[in-house]
């Protein structure tokens, strides 16, 4: 146990290492496109300040190719739509950015950098930024992909129009509020995006309402993706055979038993190594770790119940066991506007009952990281100060007898749902055998879970949030913003809001830690949420599978493998 805590304690350490190296020095001259040959972005800071990115040379590999077959345990429910205007959870997005690319992306170090866009220029203010499609940009049917297709995908992704028609909803307000008219549009006053303008063919611009220093990164998401407007015109399940602007193509999809992606030789990036990739799907996709010992998968996650006997010396797949934190978080939330969760003396009486030292340690097995707050370790290279309150069940007493209830007998209960929510499961056994508080959790299915979440229909909830990218806004913003349309438990809080604003637009790294660490203190002091756990990602991968990658934000890009059998 220790080798396996001490590894993930180096990873870390990496990882801030790395991130420290990017902030003193700029973009590293690191591949843009690991394992493909293609070179990273240059950046240069003009004397009025603005800035451009430009994407270094993009060469014809020719790489050879045998028989490249990937395989791997997709989801137990069809993906259905695959389509990134509705990628909202980390499966849908895995496997949407698959087939589907936007203007940047992550390079090797989680920095943004031009994918579709050859050149990105920044205005000095931080209001303006104007693309430039890669020559190589192309949809994998040969044609171009155009100024006027970038601008169609993202007013798309934000449109209500798109939610009713598909009756879902959408992940792009989360991602692309910034432009300028995006609330307009969101809200149905609009049907145009006003800061998204097609200059030319081959040239964007795009106009924030403020600056934002994380605008490039949320452009990386699946729902910045672009895609094809016949596609969409064409309507019904479109997405089951698209004309795909990533490196693969949908070869094949059995409805709840396969989808069979192939590589797109028009890809901006080159031709992927891999001949094909195939995703089980439905009852087939059920217990992957068992899958990975019939050599019927090549990459599985490891339950935490079986890590001791995985690591174990005398195991015969231990070296096939990579260790990665990632940037993620497990908490429970609650609304303030619902009781008895609209006291905030029972609220402090939760977050001081819950035995979080021990549901890390104890229940599970010392393998994830004790949360004491939102925002992950490492978030920009750094450890945070921002701590919730020790275990202490006398003071979790004393705040229910100043509560407006007087007592625990007068509290009603307290309903918390979750899918698979062991977290509240131990909370509740606390509460009601040490408080005397009654509380019933209840276990909901993730389709209908999410859909509770987004319909705000759950007075409690516990859910883990995985980063989706490196900053502390994809926690803070997301979840508690008044503004956010994935803030679950609709906190409202004008002076939180207010440094969220003030960190969005600050643009020094320590300046705008301190920022938002004060804002996390607010979240804290106000018990609008308990934290669980940060997670420890435990996978095993075939000794054949090369240059696959559990990042910080989990696995994301697929280009970049090869199989050496």
């Known amino acids: 146990m220790k080798q396996f805590r001490a590894a993930v304690w180096r990873a870390r350490t990496l990882l801030v290492a790395l991130t420290m190296i990017l902030l003193a020095a700029g973009p590293a001259a690191v591949p843009l496109f690991p394992g493909t040959g293609i070179l990273a972005a240059t950046t240069t800071t003009n004397a009025d300040g603005s800035i451009v990115i430009e994407a270094d040379e993009r060469p014809d590999l020719g790489t050879p190719r045998g028989k490249q077959e990937l395989r791997l345990a997709g989801t137990i429910l069809d993906p259905a739509p695959l389509d990134p205007a509705f990628a909202r959870d980390v499966n849908s997005a895995f496997m949407t950015r698959q087939v589907f690319r936007g203007l940047t992306r992550f390079d090797a170090n989680l920095e943004p950098a031009p994918e579709l866009a050859q050149r990105i220029e920044i205005s000095a203010d931080g209001l303006t930024y104007r693309f430039t499609l890669a020559d190589q940009a192309r949809f994998s049917d040969g044609s171009p992909i155009t100024a006027d297709d970038v601008v169609f995908s993202l007013t798309r992704a934000l449109s209500p129009e798109t939610a009713e028609a598909a009756g879902a909803a959408l992940a792009g307000p989360s991602y692309l509020a910034d432009i300028a008219g995006a609330r307009a549009l969101i809200s149905g006053e609009t049907t145009t995006l006003q800061g998204a303008r097609a200059i030319d063919e081959r040239t964007i611009e795009l106009t924030l309402d403020a600056p934002r220093a994380t605008f490039l990164m949320k452009l990386a998401s699946a729902p910045g993706a672009i895609v094809d407007q016949d596609d969409v015109l064409r309507g019904g399940e479109w997405w089951r055979n698209p004309n795909a602007s990533g490196p693969f193509v949908v070869e094949y999809w059995a409805p709840e038993e396969e989808l069979r992606l192939a590589g797109n030789k028009e890809y901006v990036g080159g031709e992927p190594t891999l001949n094909s990739v195939v995703f089980r799907l439905g009852p087939g996709a059920a217990n992957p770790f068992n899958l990975y010992q019939a050599d019927e998968i090549d990459v599985s996650p490891v339950p935490i119940s079986a890590i001791d006997r995985v690591g174990d010396e005398g195991s015969v797949i231990r070296a096939e066991l990579d260790v990665s934190p990632i940037l993620a978080t497990q908490y429970i939330a609650f609304r303030t506007d619902v009781a008895p969760m609209d006291d905030p003396e029972i609220r402090r009486a939760v977050q001081l009952a819950f035995p979080r030292e021990k549901v890390a340690e104890i229940f599970l097995n010392g393998r994830q990281e004790t949360a004491k707050g939102l925002i992950p370790p490492g978030t920009l290279a750094r450890e945070w100060s921002a701590s919730a309150p020790e275990h202490d069940l006398e003071a979790a007493r004393e705040a229910i007898a100043r509560s407006s209830?007087?007592?625990?007998?007068?509290?009603?209960?307290?309903?918390?749902?979750?899918?698979?929510?062991?977290?509240?499961?131990?909370?509740?056994?606390?509460?009601?055998?040490?408080?005397?508080?009654?509380?019933?959790?209840?276990?909901?299915?993730?389709?209908?879970?999410?859909?509770?979440?987004?319909?705000?229909?759950?007075?409690?909830?516990?859910?883990?949030?995985?980063?989706?990218?490196?900053?502390?806004?994809?926690?803070?913003?997301?979840?508690?913003?008044?503004?956010?349309?994935?803030?679950?438990?609709?906190?409202?809080?004008?002076?939180?809001?207010?440094?969220?604003?003030?960190?969005?637009?600050?643009?020094?790294?320590?300046?705008?830690?301190?920022?938002?660490?004060?804002?996390?203190?607010?979240?804290?002091?106000?018990?609008?949420?308990?934290?669980v756990a940060h997670d420890v990602r435990y996978s095993l991968m075939k000794p054949w599978v090369r240059g696959l990658d559990v990042t910080p934000l989990g696995m994301l890009y697929l280009e970049n493998v090869w199989l050496e059998r």
């Open 405 to 531: 209830y007087g007592s625990a007998e007068n509290v009603p209960p307290i309903r918390i749902y979750g899918a698979g929510p062991f977290g509240s499961e131990i909370l509740r056994d606390v509460l009601q055998d040490e408080l005397g508080l009654t509380v019933e959790v209840l276990d909901v299915k993730w389709p209908q879970f999410n859909a509770g979440l987004a319909e705000r229909a759950f007075p409690a909830f516990e859910l883990q949030w995985v980063a989706d990218f490196p900053d502390p806004e994809t926690f803070l913003w997301a979840l508690f913003s008044s503004a956010s349309p994935d803030n679950y438990s609709d906190y409202d809080n004008p002076e939180f809001d207010a440094l969220l604003a003030e960190a969005a637009a600050t643009l020094d790294v320590d300046e705008r830690a301190a920022i938002y660490a004060e804002a996390e203190a607010l979240l804290l002091q106000d018990n609008v949420f308990v934290p």
